[in-house]
């Protein structure tokens, strides 16, 4: 493979960010290769919910939600505070219904609105308490053809015996199975189904969630000809006169030398598993022994060493370095474990979080991110992260915990591993997770006494629009509180996690990696977590990784065709998408 090969862009990765941007390219009519490491294409995005928030977009549009760009500014402004990183927002903002129109318009992404998915902090200046966030439509793996093969897989802590179960009211129809006819028959035809993709394929093919959006960017990449290699890294870039035109690659075990007309987008997504990263921007993580990430393990920060390389600045002043996540630990038969991200169950009625001294230490509903900012607050220095979530029998056999499933599944294999902690009364359950026992009866007393009165009034479990909406509606009068009172009682260990790395590659509003001096790198951009979020270490609402990832894929492009990025429109006009690739 000594020879040079050419083509206008070379995409490092193939998330949403780098997929985004090759499918955009492609379709101004430049030659896109996407050069992904792994043997699997889709990134982190194949393993997520697969929502992206994209303020007045037009699918939320439609589905009757007003929003404005002012508005969705003047929440990011608070939300990032010092670091609000105002040409990037802007750029996002003007762009994000124009990217998402043209991917509902000219390729195989489609999306459906989740218009009560409310921003993680509504009553923020600018919040919203639903409307800004979308998500993928679900896609049949069938149409990857021979593809498929190659598709990165969902995390199987995830699934049901490889069924992906949806977001949403799918998810609910399953929580409810039990107790309503109408969810016992859609789940009875669901997992028929599935029994049948398993009998013909081997595997499911329904396709959710993030695997959902993966695909659909994967297709539609294949459909514009755009040439996706696995098992590539790109080992380094190549400049002249200052410019990104080249990489080196190596494919089939030999290097490959590519000529790069256009440039070259890193979205190879971000630090999560580069130990050597983590210990200097994880502060729970010095000895590489606090922290379980459940994205790729290729993801070891190849794009921000080539970036830096290339000349490129990583942020690294933000408060977060990661969007931090409450992970527990899944014992799995080959000797391995696995990670559980616990995004819902912690707002259920009936769930409290407790430190190893038996006290509450968060409003247990609030996003996955605030709850471990939390949890960094309460733990003293020096001393191990992590928590117990603690419910009861009624709520286990109603909603399960973690990777233990709803009854019927049975929790006994669950216990015999150690994930699952139980124990007759609070007392004998405190002893066998390392929790105090006399905390944790006290707790339990007090969180008791607040559910008779509906309230909780010491950290207001279900008093925000986006608690109650992964509550239960039926607990009222707040769908996030019900009592921990019927025996055996249970408990599993959470630790820190994340969802991906906020400290990336600086950028301007045209996705261009900056030096130290903030100038832009000729040549370079970057997309997804390589580069540094918009959001500067907070976490604003879901999807707020997916959401820049594919619009800054598309304003990426958009650059590297030499197409200026269009004045900005009255909102009306924005949120119905434009005619036309601009």
Known sequence: MSDVMECDVLVVGSGAGGLSAAVSAAARGLSVIVAEKESWVGGTTALSGGFLWVPNNPVSCRDGIEDSIEAARTYLRHEAGNHFNAPAVDAFLDTGAEAVAFFERETAVQFEAASAFSDYHPTAPGGRPGGRSIKARDFRAQELGGELKRLRP???????????????PELKHFFNATRSLASAAYVARRLSAHARDLALNGRGMLLTNGNALA??????????????WTEAPVLRLEREGGAVRGAVLRRDGQEQHLRVRRGVVLAAGGFPQDLERRRAMFPHDGTNQGHFSPAPKGNTGDGLRLGEQAGGAVEEGYPNAAAWVPVSRVP???????????????AKPGLIAVLPNGRRFVNEANSYHDFIQALFAATPPGERVHAFLVVDQPFLRRFGLGFVKPFPVPVGPQIRSGYLKAGRSLAELAQKAGIDPRGLEATVADWNRDVATGEDRAFGKGSTAYNRFNGDPEFQPNPCLAPIAKGPFYAVEVVVGDLGTFAGLRTDGDARVLDEAGRPVPGLYASGNDMASIMGGNYPGGGITLGPALVFGYIAARHLAGVQAEARQPEVALAGGAAGLP
Not at 154 to 168: I, K, N, R
Not at 215 to 228: E, I, N, Q, T, Y
Not at 336 to 345: L, T
């Open 332 to 346: 799995r038969k080959d000797g391995g474990w696995g990670v559980f991200p616990h995004f819902i169950d912690r």
């Open 215 to 228: 695909a659909r960017l994967f297709r539609s990449a294949l459909d514009r000809g755009v040439r996706v």
């Open 154 to 168: 969902p995390l199987p802590e995830l699934t049901f015996a490889g069924l992906m179960v949806g977001s949403g």
